[in-house]
Each structure stands twice: as C-alpha cells, then as structure tokens.
C-alpha cells in the first residue's frame, strides 16, 4: 500500500514598495470625463419623493387642483405630470423619505388620498 505524504512548500509573496502610480489615458478619454462633469454640473435632478395627491382624466381639473394647493401651501412646487392617460398631481421635491412623511402627515387632513411616490426631484 502507497501513503501519500504532502510536502509544503515555502511561498514568498513580494509587493509593490513604490508609492506611486502612473496612469496614462489617451486625450479623447480626458475630454469625455470633461464633458461627464459639465452634464453632472447643470442636471439638477436626483431621485427623491413627492406626494401624489390627485389624478384625473380632466386636465382642467388637475390645474385647478394646482392652483387650490398653491394656496394653501405656497412654498412648495407643485407638478401636474400626464402620463396617459391621467394628469397626476404631484408636490415637493424631497430627498429622502422622512421629509416626505412629514409633509404628507401635514396634508393628510385636506388630501386624505395623497400618498409618497418616487420621483425624480430637483435638487436645491
């Protein structure tokens, strides 16, 4: 009968001792990160919440639910959206979902069927 026996061997590792790094990119990989940066720098939209708080298959309806909320809260943007085949009434432009919360919580007792959607927002 064979026995295997296992034999070890030493294994030396080696690193790097430098602490720099060249990289080099050709000029039209510089140019498009150029323009990466200036479209980044005029967007102003980032994903957030609004409130929805209507919807209607009348577009006059829509604005004048527009207008009636305006009233009540000036401060914030309010946004009629048609995605066929409804005009969606949507208001606020929050980043993270607490403020959303807090604002619905406010809205609640005129607009008992307003509820948190996902949104792109713009950014203040």
Same mark, same amino acid.
Request: glycine share 4%; charged share 25%.
């Given at each position: &009968?064979?026995?295997? =026996? #296992?034999? +070890?061997? #030493?294994?030396?590792?080696?690193?790097?001792?430098?602490?720099?790094?060249?990289? @080099?990119? @050709? $000029?039209?990989?510089?140019?498009? &990160?150029?323009? /990466?940066?200036? %479209?980044?720098k005029?967007?102003d939209?980032? !994903?957030? /919440?609004?409130?929805?708080? &209507?919807? @209607?298959?009348?577009?006059? *309806?829509? /604005?004048?639910?527009?207008?009636? +909320? %305006?009233?009540?809260? #000036?401060? *914030? @943007?309010?946004?009629?959206?048609?995605?066929?085949?409804?005009?969606?009434?949507?208001?606020?432009?929050?980043?993270?979902?607490? *403020?959303?919360? !807090?604002?619905?919580?406010?809205? +609640?007792?005129? %607009?008992?069927? $307003?509820? =948190?959607?996902? !949104?792109?927002?713009?950014?203040?």
């Amino acid at each position: &009968m064979k026995k295997i =026996i #296992p034999i +070890l061997f #030493p294994i030396a590792l080696f690193a790097q001792t430098g602490n720099t790094v060249t990289v @080099s990119q @050709s $000029a039209e990989i510089a140019q498009l &990160m150029n323009l /990466y940066r200036a %479209y980044n720098k005029k967007n102003d939209l980032a !994903d957030g /919440y609004r409130l929805q708080i &209507m919807f @209607s298959n009348d577009r006059n *309806e829509a /604005y004048n639910a527009k207008s009636k +909320l %305006y009233k009540q809260f #000036p401060r *914030e @943007s309010c946004y009629v959206i048609y995605e066929q085949p409804y005009y969606k009434l949507r208001v606020g432009d929050f980043t993270n979902r607490f *403020e959303a919360t !807090d604002m619905l919580n406010q809205m +609640l007792s005129t %607009y008992t069927g $307003a509820f =948190i959607v996902k !949104d792109k927002v713009k950014i203040k």
